[in-house]
């Protein structure tokens, strides 16, 4: 349930958001539409950025953190493809934004923020909106959340250099990892299926996200095996 109240023309504008920045540029889950058309993203930023919400691109939440484009979302969540019943976890939570929009399309969904005050902030824009199906911690979210795992759905909302080999290790069989993969200047957006112990990867559109931290992000050395 989403029980902020809003100015209609907020509302007005979100739906132009949907139609001009999302639908037209390929987006055609209906789920996904109707999901981006519900969770006001104005309610996930400051007050003096509210009237610049829904225009096409980020915009700063703090501590050098990004709330990501209204489009960027739409399509990690269409090639993500959650589904009623499933259970989601994304990674780089931010303000809560993407976290929400998968808490309209799954059972339950789990966030991880590295920074706590971002991940309290999160937090508190869940509860505002009657969300009750999410839940976000703060700790360091590249290497998954094996308490919960696995997953149907992860969505990644930072960069990594690489795929993290322990985020599809928590993928249920069928499951669907969406992570933006590359250097900081040339990422894609990667799509990254199991079936059984086997993975299908496909990479999609140019993207550039903030970085992925901690032991399996940017700059650290890669684990050995």
Partial sequence: MLSASEDPLLTVRRGDMVVEQIQRRGVRNPRVLAAMATVPRHAFVDESWVEFAYDDGPLPIGAGQTISQPYMVARATELADPQPGERALEIGSGCG?????????????????????????????????????????????????????????????????????????????????????????????????????????????????????????????????
Wanted: hydrophobic share 40%; with cysteine.
């Fill in 97 to 225: 934004y993407q976290l929400a929009v998968l808490s309209q399309l799954c059972a339950r969904v789990y966030g991880v923020e590295c920074l706590p005050d971002l991940a309290l902030r999160a937090a508190q824009n869940l509860v505002r909106l009657g969300i009750r199906n999410a839940e976000i911690q703060s700790f360091d979210g590249s290497g998954g959340w094996l308490d919960h795992a696995p997953f149907d759905v992860i969505v990644v909302s930072a960069g990594a250099p690489r795929i993290p080999p322990m985020l599809i290790d928590q993928l249920t069989d069928g499951g669907r990892l969406v992570i933006p993969v590359g250097p900081r200047d040339a990422q894609q957006l990667v799509r990254v299926q199991r079936r059984g112990d086997s993975y299908v990867t496909v990479s999609d559109t140019p993207c550039r996200y903030v970085d992925l931290v901690g032991r399996y992000g940017f700059g650290r050395t890669p684990p050995m095996a």
